[in-house]
């Protein structure tokens, strides 16, 4: 794990869904991570809550790196006004530079591609390619179904609690920002106390 977390990769929605709070809570992610200095990846779109969440990052102070392959430029709408806009050849390229670029990641409503991107990055962290915090943040109880899932899966015995126990869900993102910001202090503590042996 790096010694802090100074970029989050935010997955979510290219629509606003249907309720207030969703939108609400990309702008907080978005404005939160800014004001903690904390630098937002995501989708690169201008539309819905990856919108809103990088509006709401530079609007802030924040920087924000948008990542969107070419097929999805017209789809997506590229956000022209963030910081660094990055067009890949592919989804799975896509995926593998927002990954690569985070120290966190940071689940927020979203529809089938943001399940994609949530169940790759966990498969990643069971199969011990990365040790990245991996944040569902449950606004609504949006995520009832996908944890649902989750827990059947392990239930049925298809997977162990311990895989379970990789990803954590929290209700908001005041919990979120408080997790990231708790997660940061702790690897960097560590990291002291193996520099001090």
């Not at 920087?63 to 709408?77: D, H, K, M, S, Y």
């Not at 990055?86 to 399940?115: E, N, W, Y």
């Not at 606004?139 to 990789?166: H, I, K, Y």
Request: aromatic fraction near 6%.
């Amino acid at each position: 794990m790096s010694a802090c977390i100074a970029s989050v990769a935010v997955f979510c929605g290219s629509r606003f869904g249907n309720l207030p709070a969703y939108r609400e809570a990309a702008v907080a992610m978005g404005c939160g991570l800014a004001r903690a200095g904390i630098h937002l990846i995501y989708g690169g779109g201008y539309v819905g809550l990856m919108g809103a969440v990088a509006d709401a990052a530079i609007e802030a102070g924040g920087t924000v790196t948008g990542i969107i392959p070419e097929f999805l430029e017209a789809r997506e709408v590229m956000h022209r006004g963030i910081t660094e806009l990055i067009v890949t050849c592919s989804m799975h390229t896509r995926k593998q530079q927002m990954f690569a670029d985070a120290d966190a990641f940071a689940i927020l409503p979203g529809g089938f591609g943001t399940f994609d991107e949530m169940m790759e990055i966990i498969t990643w962290k069971q199969l011990q390619l990365h040790a990245k915090p991996i944040l569902i943040v449950n606004v609504a109880n949006w995520a009832a179904p996908a944890l649902a899932m989750l827990d059947a899966a392990v239930a049925q015995g298809f997977a162990s609690p311990e895989a379970r126990a990789l990803v954590q869900v929290v209700p908001d993102v005041s919990c979120a920002l408080t997790t990231i910001g708790a997660t940061a202090r702790s690897t960097a503590e560590k990291a002291e106390s193996v520099a001090r042996l």
